[in-house]
Every structure is written in structure tokens, then in C-alpha cells.
């Protein structure tokens, strides 16, 4: 079992940077792909970025690529999301999953952080 925690979200301006932390507690983290997931309020949550177990593969949503990175450190147990050109439409309560593999499918990631609010100003 993995249990997930984020930080680093906040409060910031259109163009602004900002980099999430998702700490994972267990042994086998990994094992595990990760992947972070966004939800605006009243929409559903939408996938924005994945990495494989090893590092060696990652993907994005089509809204964020060439403005955020998925990177991890298995040594630490830790998965970043690099957001870099923040704009007003990536306000969202940002979410870490852990995964068997490195998808897209919210439906397919087993373990869950809380979440942690990032909003942007125009």
C-alpha cells in the first residue's frame, strides 16, 4: 500500500512558476508509475502528466506540454511537477496517483493523495 501526500501549491500570477512535491510513504514506491491529475471546481478530474516506475518514460496532456515536467527520486520516495508559464486555466486542486503503469485512465491509479490547491491570477 502507498499513502501519498502533496505540497506546494499556492497562490500565484499568470507566467509564475510553481513546483508540487508528492511524498509517498512505503517500501514500494518504485514499483509504482505516478501520475498527477488536476480537477477545476465543477469539472471532473482531468489527467495532466505521468511518469513511469524507472523515470525513463513520461507523457503529457496536451494543455501542459512544454510548460510542466514530471520528474521522481525514488531515493527519496518523492514525484515533482514542475509548472513553469502558469495560466488563470491551470487553477485546479492538483492530485498525485500511484499506478501500475504509466496511463492516463484516473480509473486505472490505485492510490490517491488529498490534493493541493493551485491558483493562478490573471
Known amino acids: 500500500q502507498v499513502q501519498l501526500v502533496e505540497s506546494g501549491g499556492g497562490l500565484v500570477q499568470a507566467g509564475d512558476s510553481l513546483r508540487l512535491s508528492c511524498a509517498a510513504s512505503?517500501?514500494?514506491?518504485?514499483?509504482?508509475?505516478m501520475g498527477w491529475f488536476r480537477q477545476a471546481p465543477g469539472k471532473d478530474r482531468k489527467f495532466v502528466a505521468a511518469i513511469s516506475w524507472s523515470g525513463g518514460t513520461t507523457f503529457y496532456a496536451d494543455s501542459v506540454k512544454g510548460r510542466f515536467t514530471i520528474s521522481r527520486d525514488n531515493a527519496k520516495n518523492t514525484v515533482y511537477l514542475q509548472m513553469n508559464s502558469l495560466k488563470p486555466e491551470d487553477t485546479a486542486v492538483y492530485y498525485c496517483?500511484?499506478?501500475?503503469?504509466?496511463?492516463?485512465?484516473?480509473?486505472?491509479?490505485?492510490?490517491w493523495g488529498q490534493g493541493t490547491q493551485v491558483t493562478v491570477s490573471s
Open positions: 496517483a500511484a499506478s501500475s503503469r504509466a496511463v492516463d485512465m484516473t480509473a486505472l491509479y490505485s492510490y
Open positions: 512505503g517500501r514500494t514506491f518504485s514499483r509504482y508509475a
